[in-house]
């Protein structure tokens, strides 16, 4: 079997090797077996079910939420000469008809619907007369009302189990924390399938918070250097979103806006622009995003602070997908609380808004980090950086340190004394010594730990736990209210064996963004090849009717700029270069890099 999904990885897609943990998960679902995977944006999770759709009889049905998304899959699947088509609203009844013949005649390897579609009694009745090789369920959090994008369509989907036990199924997202995780298992009746949670670190992404101060003054500084390059700007309300991008065309950038208050027509239009690289920038609301595959999104930048740190983690994951050097900016600012909590108290659901509160008190958090912002932000997800990362504003500058081994010594103690069952909040009223009724009430007040940090600020210690939580010595439990509980690591801190260093508060000065250039495409002495190879590309795609990421890569193209192959056999090492792509395209690219050379001798 390995030599086998080996042989497929390279010829059909044009990689060399797996990524973890992708080919045990791919052994597994060819053998039969339910998988949930957890892999980054950009980490490979489609392999995971593609490559099995190919080595198992029958179809696979993949369940994906949106129209551009399936579009984009397939568009890369066919262009491996892959048999894979989709099923959805934009067809007519004669291209559906089509599809449903490529079903019933077992033309196919892939077919990708939406869980809508999938769950109509006559579309299951069809599919139980066939033979299917497994059904992928993509973007599997939108079935957790933990998840940062609930959908209730999703929900109906854990009676596939029930239904067809016979067919592995394999459920997969980029962002599910803890809870969220459990959560899916339960809905989706997975209960005996093997767990694979790849990590969630981007280390190919910067990530950067600065104050909010004129924003558009910051925001036309970090794109100045940047006009070449694909970006999306993410605000929280339609009129931001149509405020900034006027202001950005004003501006001279290639700018448009994306939101559901658009005309259909009008957002396919900027869609479309944007993946076939006609538009280099989106201004959007969350509306925009989940449905993009494009692979060379240089950065993200939140011109407003997000409502999750979910919802964060899946917007700046939408940079670098290639892997390519990438950058996530994000403006922060007080009323931008404000403005997500209104959003979020704008709902009759009273459970829904008590858990978006509590993620968005996270979100705040992670924005006013003074510890490395990738340690904090895996650590949400439950995914331990033993060091620093290097690469994120807290890394690169800073904040002055200070040893609170004490301190955090008090803060562990409080939060063991009052049983791990209570926020940070009411821990802090019980170390400062609150004299409030819920603290009596509860006798708190006769514990060996009240009052014993009242030498700090309410404030002090607000900062102080924050960064406990950041470095993993205190986890939270949002299904109980935010209450604080004790990770393995803090045994050693309080018996005096670690030593725990913190920063300090920076002082409140609004800094303008420091622009820290690391294009990730084609810089240096490769840079003039890599234009031209991008330009071959644009021609192909567009006479394609494809987006250009569906013919190479901005990887690829980089990989073929700095080696230069002279011939077929050298251009089929390079990474995305499949069998099929090299009798497709192999000669246009071989005559650009020769014609490149011959101008350079």
Known sequence: MTDTIQHTLKTIFGFHEFRSPQQEVIERVCDGEDVFLVMPTGGGKSLCYQIPALHRKGVAIVVSPLIALMKDQVDALVANGVKATFLNSSLSSAEVGRVFQQLDTGKLDLLYVAPERLMMPEFLERLASLELALFAIDEAHCISQWGHDFRPEYTQ???????????????????????TRKDILRQLGLADAKVFVAGFDRPNITYTVIPKHKPLVQLGSFLSGRKDEAGIVYALSRKRVEQVAEKLCASGFSA??????????????????????????????????????????????????????????????????????????????????MTARSLIENSDNAERVRIELQKLNAMV??????????????????????????????????????????????????????????????????????????????????????????????????????????????????????????????????????KVILGLPRAAVLKEEKSRRKSGAGDGAHRALFDDLR??????????????????????????????????????????????????????????ISKYMYSQS
């Open 157 to 179: 989907l854990g009676r596939l189990r029930q239904q067809f036990r016979n067919v592995p199924i394999v459920a997969m997202t980029a962002t599910a924390d803890p809870e």
């Open 256 to 337: 448009a806006a994306y939101h559901a208050g658009l005309p259909d027509a009008e957002r396919k239009r900027v869609q479309d622009a944007f993946r076939c690289d006609d538009l280099r920038i989106v201004v959007a609301t969350v509306a925009f995003g989940m449905g993009i595959d494009k692979p060379n999104v240089r950065y993200v930048v939140h011109y407003d602070m997000p409502k999750s740190v979910e919802s964060y983690y899946q917007e700046t994951g939408r940079a670098g997908r290639d892997g390519l050097p990438s950058e996530a900016l994000m403006l922060f600012g007080m009323g931008d609380v």
């Open 365 to 498: 958090a992670y924005a006013e980090a003074l510890t490395c912002r990738r340690r904090a932000l895996l650590n949400y997800f439950g995914d331990q950086l033993e060091n620093e990362c290097g690469n994120c504003d807290v890394c690169t500058d800073p904040p002055q340190r200070f040893d609170a081994s004490e301190q955090a010594k008090k803060a562990l103690s409080c939060v063991y004394r009052v049983g791990e069952r209570f926020g940070a909040r009411h821990v802090i009223d019980v170390l400062r010594g609150a004299k409030g009724q819920r603290v009596a009430e509860l006798q708190h007040n006769q514990l060996s730990t009240y009052g014993i940090g009242a030498d700090l600020s309410a404030v002090e210690w607000e900062n102080i736990f924050r960064q406990l939580i950041h470095l993993g010595y205190l986890v939270q439990d949002f299904t109980r209210y935010g209450a604080l509980g004790l990770s393995p690591a803090a045994r050693p801190v309080l018996k005096g064996e670690t």
């Open 535 to 592: 330009a071959v590309r644009k021609q192909i795609a567009d006479a394609a009717g494809v987006p250009p990421f569906v013919v190479f890569s901005d990887a690829t193209l980089l990989e073929m700029s700095k080696v230069r192959p002279g011939d077929q056999s050298e251009l089929l090492s390079i990474t995305g270069v499949g069998e099929h792509k090299l009798r497709k395209y192999g000669a246009e690219f071989l005559a650009a």
